[in-house]
């Protein structure tokens, strides 16, 4: 359990600092354990290439019938949006790099849900909150989009709040006792920039910027959080809590 142990992320450092300083042999040529040795085409990979040829034609196909209704052009929706219309090449680029948060922590708690039976429990609702929310920032999901559908602005924020209440749960004990600094941040970033949105229903200049730097701030929190968590525990081979 966490709590008998030294501060999780310094204890990973410091275990890997007394490794290398103990081992004082010739490094070996690099060499796979039999299980995660790459391996031939054969069954085991139907799925993956399945998904990723569906994804690929799905893709594929909304781009042809947007630009068969008038929609859009090829070059609007495969160029860059500062190339094709002509805005600076700054632009969102904080937007962009929130994006890339999202998605690292999609990655990587994906990746552990895939590789540790054990861990799908934890990580998958983080996946796939993480997911949600990067295609809520990329695509304007629940303020844009959905309610085109009819579906409400608050229905989508309820349903993230649930998503991430739930993915967050089981690692309240150790949040509360102060064990996890990163995702602490994370979260009253995220906290913050709601709390914003919500009492400020206005878009002045400095209430946008702390609204947008204090999820941005949330966002890179919790993505370097899951990605230091996931590897010491893919390393240690249990889950932490």
């Known amino acids: 359990m966490l709590e008998n142990r030294r501060p999780f992320y310094f204890s990973i450092i410091n275990q890997r600092v007394t490794r290398h300083m103990s081992n004082s042999r010739p490094e070996r040529p690099l060499s796979f354990p ?27 196909a909304l781009v042809l019938a947007g630009m068969a209704a008038g929609k859009w052009t090829f070059a609007e929706i495969s160029r860059d949006p500062s190339a094709q219309f002509g805005f600076p090449i700054y632009g969102g680029f904080v937007s962009t790099f929130g994006f890339a948060g999202w998605i690292i922590a999609a990655a990587v708690t994906g990746l552990a849900a895939a590789a540790r039976p054990a861990l799908r429990k934890l990580m998958l609702p983080v996946c796939l909150l993480s997911v949600l929310l990067a295609l809520d920032d990329q695509f304007m999901l629940h303020d844009a989009v959905l309610p085109r559908f009819g579906v409400p602005e608050k229905l989508m924020l309820i349903a993230e709040g649930l998503l991430c209440l739930r993915a967050v749960w089981p690692f309240l004990p150790a949040l509360l006792r102060g064990k996890l600094p990163l995702l602490a941040v994370a979260l009253t970033g995220f906290t913050a ?31 370097t959080h899951w990605f230091v968590y996931t590897a010491a525990t893919l390393r240690e081979g249990a889950p932490a809590r």
Not at 35 to 60: E, N
Request: with cysteine; glycine share 8%.
């Open 193 to 223: 920039s709601l709390l914003v949105d919500v009492i400020v229903r206005f878009d002045t200049g400095p209430t946008l910027m702390i609204e947008d730097m204090a999820k941005f701030t949330g966002i890179i929190f919790w993505a």
């Open 34 to 60: 039999q299980d995660i040795a790459p391996q031939p085409s054969g069954p085991r990979h139907v799925l993956p290439f399945g998904l990723a040829l569906g994804l690929t034609l799905c893709v594929l």
